[in-house]
C-alpha cells in the first residue's frame, strides 16, 4: 500500500462547479497534512495546511479525518485558474522532516 | 525576495557519466531538502539537511547518489555513473527549521539520460 494514495483523475469539471479532492494515509503517526499545487511543469507550491479541526481558505476547505486517516480538499465556485495537480502531502514523523508526497489528482476546469 | 534556484534547468547526459545538481536555498532557510520526480508520478525524497546536523541520507536510491551541503547555503547533488532511470525531475526545496510544512520548492532541474 503506498504512504499517500489519492486518485490520480483527472476531474474534469465546467466553471463554476465544486469539486472534491481525497487521500488516504498509511501511517497513523502522521502529524501534519497540507495540500500542494503544481501546475504543469512547474514546481510544487503550498495550497493550505490541514488543520484537525477542518480549515478554509476562500473557496477551499480542508478537512482531516485521523480515525479513518483521510484527507479532503474541497473547491467551490471552479476556475479556469485552478486547473492543476493537487498533491496530498504528509509529515510521518518518522524523525525526518521531509514530507510525503501523493502522485496527484489532476483537475482540468473547462470554460 | 529571491526565491530557490536551481541549475542547470536541463540537463541531457550519456549513460554512464557523472551530473553535478546545483540549488541554493532562499537565505536564512536552515532547512533543505532534495526530491526526485518522474513523469507523472509523485515526489520522492531523496536527502535532508538541518543546520549543522547530519543529513538525513534515507532516500537515496543507491550509492551512486550523493549530496552536500556548505554549512546553510548551496547544497549539491552528484549522481555517479548516472542510468537511463534517473532521468526525472530533481526537485530542491527549503524552510525555516521550524517550519514543516512551508517547504518553497526551486523551480527543478530535468535531467535526461539518453
Known sequence: ?111 | GAGVSQSPSNKVTEKGKDVELRCDPISGHTALYWYRQRLGQGLEFLIYFQGNSAPDKSGLPSDRFSAERTGESVSTLTIQRTQQEDSAVYLCASSLGGAIGTQYFGPGTRLLVL
Open chain 1, 1 to 111: 500500500r503506498k504512504e499517500v494514495e489519492q486518485d490520480p483523475g483527472p476531474f474534469n469539471v465546467p466553471e463554476g462547479a465544486t469539486v472534491a479532492f481525497n487521500c488516504t494515509y498509511s501511517n497513523s503517526a502522521s502529524q501534519s497534512f497540507f495540500w500542494y499545487r503544481q501546475d504543469c511543469r512547474k514546481e510544487p507550491k503550498l495550497l493550505m495546511s490541514v488543520y484537525s479541526s477542518g480549515n478554509e481558505d476562500g473557496r477551499f476547505t480542508a478537512q482531516l479525518n485521523r480515525a479513518s486517516q483521510y484527507i479532503s480538499l474541497l473547491i467551490r465556485d471552479s476556475k479556469l485558474s485552478d486547473s492543476a495537480t493537487y498533491l496530498c502531502v504528509v509529515n510521518q514523523d518518522t524523525g525526518r522532516r521531509a514530507l510525503t508526497f501523493g502522485s496527484g489528482t489532476r483537475l482540468q476546469v473547462q470554460p
